[in-house]
């Protein structure tokens, strides 16, 4: 199948299960804050990651079973963004080249349209556990709440917050760029694996190639915001002025680039082990390469 073609048909799947799942209902201001920042349509990334994963292992019926988880991860993602943008954390007025949540809707309604999200996102997961009666979806579940709680996302944005304007070692930038960006892509691609009846095995293999993605993407992150892209979601330059803790601050950024290639090939190679990929692959390249 023509790549461009498959990758409409995913981001399509994914938001037709967010609309399902964030009908509108009473009161109407909370969901219209929630669908605010859902809708329109993002790049979609890691609910595509998490579809493409499931399918690739599991065929058509694994697709069918990893919808929910799908629109749970963005919803997780979503809600992540609307708490990073407020004042007391990165205090940025743009996202996804439109005014912030709490810019729209007030800092009150921001959070609690976060809290919204992830609730709702957990409540989704169990209603498809629930209906399938299946251990592997149950995994799926708990890997995604690992990873995007204190043992990953959360744990990353304390450490970042908690560095800003220090000096971090090598091992807390690590721990910052593992948890609080790759491990997103790592609960991507396990919890795809689980829905599709995937081994321990093959769900740690997965989460190494979700773990460099990662970092890869986060590394290009910080490089975009350097080089100031005009197609970049964010104003450039809002690392610097909130004295963030990047390996391109740190290492500068000639260092930066070269991990960045180091990780961007080793999680192109890992991924090829695995047949019937290749979609995925471009993907993956894609996502490394992308000027915004």
Request: charged share 20%.
């Amino acid at each position: 199948m023509d790549f461009d073609r498959w990758l409409a048909d995913k981001i399509s799947l994914v938001d037709n299960e967010l609309q399902k799942q964030l009908t509108a209902s009473y009161p109407e201001s909370i969901y219209d804050a929630m669908r605010y920042s859902v809708f329109p349509s993002g790049k979609r990334i890691r609910p595509v990651i998490l579809l493409a994963a499931s399918e690739m292992l599991g065929g058509e019926p694994a697709l069918a079973r990893a919808l929910p988880f799908a629109a749970a991860l963005e919803m997780i993602h979503t809600y992540s963004m609307i708490h990073d943008d407020l004042p007391a954390m990165d205090d940025d007025d743009v996202r996804r080249g439109r005014p912030t949540n709490h810019a729209v809707h007030g800092e009150a309604m921001a959070i609690l349209a976060g809290d919204g999200l992830l609730n709702r996102a957990f409540e989704v997961m169990a209603n498809a556990c629930i209906r399938s009666n299946n251990l592997n979806c149950l995994k799926a579940m708990a890997l995604i709440a690992k990873h995007s709680g204190i043992q990953g996302m959360i744990g990353g944005q304390v450490m970042d917050i908690a560095l800003e304007g220090g000096s971090p070692t090598a091992t807390e930038l690590d721990y910052i760029y593992t948890n609080k960006t790759a491990k997103l892509f790592m609960a991507a691609f396990g919890a795809g694996a689980y829905v599709a009846g995937a081994s321990d095995d093959t769900v740690c293999m997965l989460e190494n190639v979700g773990k460099e993605l990662g970092i890869a993407f986060q590394l290009r992150d910080d490089m975009l915001d350097i080089t100031g892209s005009a197609t970049f979601g964010k104003p450039p330059g809002s690392d610097a002025k909130n004295n963030k803790a990047t390996y391109a601050a740190v290492l500068g950024f000639q260092k930066a680039e070269e991990m960045f290639k180091q990780l961007s090939v080793s999680a192109i190679e890992r991924l090829n082990s695995f047949s019937a990929s290749q979609l995925l692959v471009k993907l993956v390249a894609d996502l490394i390469n992308r000027e915004r």
